[in-house]
T-cell receptor, first 115, second 109 residues
């Protein structure tokens, strides 16, 4: 099946710095990517939908200036957490939609810890 | 609003059978997915149902009743490695996945 590669898998950064997370579709072109955030023992929370060649669509309550999303090509979407704070520590996962009869394809996830 | 309900946690014994239920109320329906997620990892696909009935795949089976807004995931011959969270997700009329909160399954020897 289709493969989505997410990098890095783990990152620890200092408060106030920015962190970039990459999500690549390896064997297919993804015009849309979803970015999720997952808190411990909670389900996936959709943060935003990135669209190749246009602005991302953010869910209500998600700060677009803090979570910058860029979908520069059909195989790469990036999420940048700007001026990170400890409360941004979380598990971030990207996925490419599978459409009607196919499951969504997930990246491996990124564990972000802000100290 | 859109809502998906599943139990928070279930416990079962190794070798036994367990059924995890999921009820949903969504704007439109284009299929229901079950995913397995181990702690610290991304979800992995288990099953997809769009028509009523039972889909069997090895030790795992998934059932759907669209009229009742109901699905279940059935796990047979439970193994310790089946300890994980099981997520129910519905593809709505906009082809957006709506996620349940997940059911944490604990397997005891």
């Amino acid at each position: 099946g289709a493969v989505v590669s997410q990098h890095p898998s783990r990152v620890i950064c200092k408060s106030g710095t920015s962190v970039k997370i990459e999500c690549r579709s390896l064997d297919f072109q993804a015009t849309t990517m979803f970015w999720y955030r997952q808190f411990p023992k909670k389900s996936l929370m959709l943060m935003a939908t990135s669209n190749e060649g246009s602005k991302a669509t953010y869910e209500q309550g998600v700060e677009k200036d803090k979570f910058l999303i860029n979908h520069a090509s059909l195989t790469l979407s990036t999420l940048t957490v700007t001026s990170a704070h400890p409360e941004d520590s979380s598990f971030y996962i990207c996925s490419a939609p599978g459409g009607r009869d196919t499951e969504a394809f997930f990246g491996q996830g990124t564990r972000l810890t802000v100290v | 609003g859109q809502n998906i309900d599943q139990p928070t946690e279930m416990t079962a014994t190794e070798g036994a059978i367990v059924q995890i239920n999921c009820t949903y109320q969504t704007s439109g329906f284009n299929g229901l997915f079950w995913y397995q997620q181990h702690a610290g990892e991304a979800p992995t696909f288990l099953s997809y149902n769009v028509l009523d009935g039972l889909e069997e795949k090895g030790r795992f089976s998934s059932f759907l009743s669209r009229s009742k807004g109901y699905s279940y995931l059935l796990l047979k011959e439970l193994q310790m490695k089946d300890s994980a969270s099981y997520l129910c997700a519905v593809l709505d009329s906009n082809y957006q996945l709506i996620w349940g909160a997940g059911t944490k399954l604990i397997i005891k020897p």
